[in-house]
């Protein structure tokens, strides 16, 4: 018998029911992994994607270390006899087509974009693990953080300038987090909606009280060697910078309040002349 045929057959001998909370739940996104971790009771959640042990992309890297990984393939992730899997919006449509031919529920949630959003999400998810308590528990929790991180300050400027000359625009949870710390976002007023190119003439005549950037990779890249332009090193001598990681602003979880409260800082102390 073929590799396929055996597959198939195992398939059909662990197809899963729907019925109550879900007891083997698998996700395959960096995001729902992160959610699930915080919502999931123990035992339900049995695999996060490999990405959430990554210490650049993941706010989670010691509580993900406690799964097995998954890469996101339909059949490693049915081999794992899942009722639930978490997806997000850009994750393979072929993996998530194919999971739920085979008659795997498959929640799908797109990315935040806004601070709102982060609540929103919270409550999708924990309402997919029949987690409802858990998740409004989480909600309060988040807003009364972003709460404590609000103030009435007029608008200084903010730059988020990565490898490449990338920056976040218009309709992003970044551009929300700017926003609420009280900074106009250099990228949106360039017209960038969503993420794009800043180009580094744009950066310096826009002349930001404040340059976003994150921790360099290991290793040297030719993709961040714009960030040691001279020009852009003058720039950061007279503007403050806030050197964050990736993982602090990637995901709509209530870690995004790292990224709020370091903005926040910046603010304050722009308003106390620092």
């Not at 729902?32 to 049995?46: H, R, Y």
């Not at 899942?82 to 797109?110: E, K, M």
């Amino acid at each position: 018998m073929g590799r396929a045929a055996v597959f198939a057959l195992a398939l059909l001998a662990a197809m899963p029911a729907w019925a109550g909370p879900p007891r083997r739940v698998v996700s395959i996104n960096l995001c729902t992994d992160q959610l699930a971790m915080l919502l999931a009771e123990p035992g339900q959640l049995i695999s996060v994607s490999d990405l959430a042990t990554d210490p650049l992309a993941s706010s989670m890297i010691e509580e993900a270390r406690a799964y097995p990984a998954n890469r996101g393939g339909a059949e490693q992730v049915f081999l794992m006899h899942p009722d639930l899997v978490l997806a997000g919006s850009y994750t393979s449509q072929a993996s998530v087509a194919l999971l739920r031919d085979l008659g795997v529920r498959v929640v799908q949630v797109a990315p935040v974009d806004s601070l709102a959003g982060v609540s929103e999400q919270i409550r999708v998810i924990a309402e997919a693990l029949g987690r409802a308590e858990a998740g409004e528990a989480l909600v309060r929790d988040f807003e009364a953080g972003l709460a404590a991180l609000a103030r009435d300050l007029p608008p200084a400027t903010a730059a988020l300038y990565y490898p490449n000359g990338y920056t976040t625009g218009k309709g992003t949870l970044a551009d929300d987090v700017l926003a609420y710390t009280n900074f106009g976002n250099v990228g949106a007023t360039a017209g960038v909606t969503g993420g794009g190119t800043l180009p580094m003439e744009r950066l310096i005549m826009a002349d930001p009280d404040v340059i976003v950037t994150s921790a360099p990779y290991p290793g040297a890249s030719r993709s961040e060697e714009i960030l040691t332009h001279p020009a852009l090193t003058e720039l950061r001598a007279r503007a403050g910078v806030v050197a964050t990681t990736d993982a602090d602003w990637i995901c709509g979880t209530p870690h995004i309040l790292r990224a709020v409260a370091a903005m926040r800082a910046a603010r304050d102390g722009l308003e106390a002349g620092e």
